[in-house]
Every structure is written in C-alpha cells, then in structure tokens.
C-alpha cells in the first residue's frame, strides 16, 4: 500500500479498472488488490496488471495534472523517485 503522509487511513487506489486511462485516486486503506502496487525500477506499477504503470495524463508537468494508469512505455511521466531534499514526504510505502 502506498499511504498519504497526511492521512495514513488514505491509500493511493486504481479504482477498478486494468486498462490505459484508469484513474488513479486516493481511498480507504484496505486489502484490496486496487490498492496493492510495486516499485519497479522507477516507476510505480499496480500489482494487478505490471503492464502499466502510473503515469502523469498527457505528459504535462504543470500542477493539477491528473494521474492514470497507462501501459509501460518508460518515458518521463512514469518515472518516480521516492524520498526528497524537501523536509516533508506526504506518501510512505507500507
């Protein structure tokens, strides 16, 4: 489970679907599958499908973008770091 730092009862959720374009959204930690997802290399994959990945919609790296599930292509959207220089994380992997 990937929880918010904020929130630690919030995980981040793929809503149900397994396709391009699922939305991505935060939910009520439970044991669930759409809630279980893994590090690989440095994208962020939901354990269902490991053929996609989170990915930022269109590629746009202004605020407010909307995060989707989109087969694994490796481009800079789907690249993720954990950790910061910053002196609050607001996500913790479980």
């Known amino acids: 489970l990937i ?3 904020h929130n630690p009862q919030f995980c981040l959720d793929s809503t149900g679907g397994n396709s ?4 991505v959204q935060v939910y009520s930690c439970v044991d669930h599958i759409n809630l279980k997802w893994d590090l690989v290399g440095d994208s962020i ?18 605020n407010g973008q909307n995060m989707h599930l989109w087969t694994v292509h490796g481009g800079t959207n789907q690249q993720f770091s954990w950790g910061s220089n910053s002196p609050t994380q607001i996500w913790s992997m479980q």
């Open 3 to 5: 929880r918010s730092k």
């Open 20 to 23: 391009n374009g699922t939305n």
């Open 45 to 62: 994959r939901p354990r269902k499908n490991h053929n996609l990945a989170l990915d930022i919609s269109g590629a746009n790296s202004s």
